[in-house]
């Protein structure tokens, strides 16, 4: 149609040309007030899928999606009242029953009763801002359903974004920490044990671990940071139920370990204790009958008590046994030599195995390792103990039990247990470490013991292993890394007993065991000793304003106990409760231990000999009168 066409509408003019009308990119529209397109351009047929003829022969809001007319309605109200038209979207139905997203820039011309517009395909746009508002819905959803903190920041590390859980964690609402510098609102200190802890906002703390990421520009530049952190208080008390159920099973096997072996235990005491009570009363009838003491009788009776004190010497052996293997379960790490150890697990042992097989010591120099020594005796108990068991009773020169010692290339503490017994089935070998498995008849046994060999070598960085041996038998085998650190060397102990210079001290011993208490007055012979028999009585003398130099305590004794008297002491009386030391059979309460790890004093176990006792009174003799000396 050329310019100076007669058949020309009156709309070419509005357009500026016919050649600009069907040429644009957009779909421009000429409709009327009477609802019907008037002119189309045509880019419609390639949007919608319509020709201009069926587009033009229905009203245009039958083209409109359902949801979208009651906009479209009330735009058209607005264009015959003269009011120009931007920005309005909506759907518009192809001719494949699917829908475009068209935006819409209309003007009218109200004396004409027609509207002018132009209609851009937006649906990618749309559907991308559509899909990013999910993505964005999605993400938000997620990170508010998840049990982690989470924030976000931008490259100036103020925080953007926090889910619920940052919130409750933190105790700063998302809208109070926007905009904040991260480590305002994420207060993260390092506590010891390495554990990392957050400080609310409310000053509470509580542990936690995190992680950070980088957010990143597609050229590489950081644009912020996401950090995500979890509570772990939850995992700590689960850990540490976990490790008290364990060490409660530990403690639980050692005890079952010491029923197992009483009555060996109770024959190792029993031995030297008749001829202990024989001896000694032997030698009291020779006394009471002999008024003089000729060199001969006075020879046999210096033979008859020290043959006593060897026996004393067995028996405090033993006891001493029972007292480490009856410690409370809380593991104790120290750095030990492993022989002793070994020893007192062979002496515990010994009674199972002495009517099954030769004990047969095999010792090398071995390194010192850091344990916990009732732990590690347990180990060996149990090895020997099981390596008696596979050997039938009754052939004790055909089979032996031989203990090696030996440090291996890496400087590590080797102990083996080889057995000459029946050794173990091919197919359990790598199962019997497990928990509760077990190869003995139901009702002997636990399955525990070896599980539990296992757990304490493995958590002290060592490892255990167990094979069969050419010849038959079973050879178990402990390796231990050698200590880090080596102990303080002790200081030499006196050879001679300690005299008291310069007058003489003053003594006081608390024992409610009368004897005891005699028996220890008359070691200390050579001081001004006092004996109670109560720590009631101890603490009316002390608070009553009596000085002694030294205060030796029994730790467990009925009503009152050494415990309580240093505690009355230590609030009455400070510098009398720092002369006590504690003279203890055995702290066997956790109260007890407690207490022995809350106090500095001096303490020393039962039984022991004279000499002991004397340089520890020394010392403290010598260590009260410096101090008082000391300007």
């Not at 959803?141 to 859980?165: F, H, K, Q």
């Not at 120099?365 to 732990?375: H, S």
């Not at 005796?377 to 004790?396: H, K, P, R």
């Not at 003995?440 to 094979?467: D, F, N, Q, R, S």
Request: one cysteine or more; hydrophobic letters at 45%; charged letters at 25%.
């Amino acid at each position: 149609m050329k310019p100076d066409d007669p058949d020309r509408s009156p709309h070419d003019a509005v357009f500026g040309a016919v050649e600009f009308f069907e040429m644009s990119l957009d779909n421009l529209a000429v409709a009327g007030f009477d609802g019907y397109f008037k002119r189309l351009s045509r880019s419609w047929t390639k949007t919608l899928g319509w020709t201009e003829a069926e587009l033009m022969a229905r009203p245009s809001i039958e083209f409109v999606h359902p949801d979208d007319r009651e906009a479209v309605l009330a735009a058209r109200r607005g264009l015959k009242a003269g009011a120009p038209l931007l920005g309005l979207i909506n759907r518009y139905r192809c001719k494949d029953g699917t829908y475009r997203w068209l935006e819409w820039r209309s003007v009218s011309d109200v004396d004409r009763g027609l509207v002018y517009a132009a209609a851009r395909d937006v649906t990618l746009e749309h559907e991308s801002q559509r899909d990013l508002c999910e993505l964005t819905e999605s993400l938000t959803t997620t990170l508010n359903s998840i049990a982690d903190g989470v924030i976000s920041t931008n490259a100036e590390a103020a925080i953007t974004r926090m889910n619920p859980v940052a919130e409750k964690l933190t105790g700063w609402s998302a809208s109070d920490a926007a905009g904040r510098p991260l480590h305002e609102v994420l207060k993260i200190i390092d506590a010891p044990a390495g554990e990392t802890l957050l400080v609310a906002r409310d000053g509470t703390t509580l542990p936690i671990t995190s992680q950070r990421a980088p957010m990143q520009h597609p050229d590489g530049s950081v644009r912020g940071a996401v950090i995500v952190f979890r509570d772990v208080s939850a995992e700590k008390q689960a850990k540490a139920a976990h490790e008290q159920m364990q060490r409660q099973l530990i403690f639980a096997d050692r005890m079952a370990s010491v029923g197992t072996l009483a009555a060996g235990v109770a024959h190792e005491i029993n031995n030297p204790l008749a001829y202990v009570m024989s001896n000694l009363e032997i030698l009291v009838e020779e006394i009471q009958r002999n008024r003089t003491v000729s060199p001969a009788q006075l020879a046999e009776w210096s033979a008859v008590a020290i043959e006593a004190r060897e026996g004393t010497e067995r028996i405090k052996k033993v006891v001493r046994g029972l007292k480490t293997f009856s410690r409370a379960e809380q593991e104790r790490l120290a750095i030990i030599d492993v022989k002793p150890v070994l020893e007192l697990a062979i002496d515990m042992a010994f009674n199972e195995i002495r009517h099954r097989a030769r004990l047969v010591r095999e010792f090398e120099d071995l390194p010192l390792v850091e344990a916990d020594d009732a732990r590690l005796g347990q180990v060996f108990v149990n090895l020997l103990v099981n390596a008696a068991q596979a050997i039938s009773e009754g052939a004790t020169q055909a089979n032996e039990i031989r203990v090696v010692t030996s440090t291996d290339a890496a400087g590590r503490a080797v102990v083996e247990v080889r057995d000459t017994g029946s050794g173990i089935p091919a197919h359990v070998l790598d199962r019997i470490f497990d928990p509760f498995f077990t190869t003995k008849p139901v009702g002997v046994g636990t399955g525990l013991g070896l599980w539990i060999c296992h757990t304490i070598v493995t958590g002290l960085g060592g490892e255990i292993t167990a094979a069969n041996r050419e010849r038959g038998g079973a050879v178990f085998r402990v390796v231990l890394p050698a200590a880090e650190r080596r102990p303080q060397a002790p200081a030499p102990a006196p050879t001679v007993a300690r005299v008291p210079a310069r007058g003489r001290a003053a003594i006081l011993i608390v024992d409610d065991d009368r004897t005891v208490g005699l028996a220890f007055q008359r070691m200390l012979r050579n001081y001004d000793v006092t004996v109670v028999t109560s720590a009631k009585e101890a603490l009316d003398l002390l608070l009553a304003d009596r000085v002694f130099d030294v205060i030796l305590s029994d730790l467990m004794m009925p009503e009152m106990s050494g415990m309580d008297l240093y505690d009355e002491l230590a609030q009455h009386r400070p510098e009398a409760a720092l002369r006590m030391a504690f003279l203890t059979g055995g702290a066997f309460t956790s109260a007890a231990n407690a207490f022995l790890d809350r106090v500095p004093n001096e303490r020393m176990e039962r039984p022991f000999d004279a000499a002991a006792l004397r340089d520890l009174v020394h010392k403290l003799v010598e260590a009260r009168r410096n101090a008082r000396e000391t300007p």
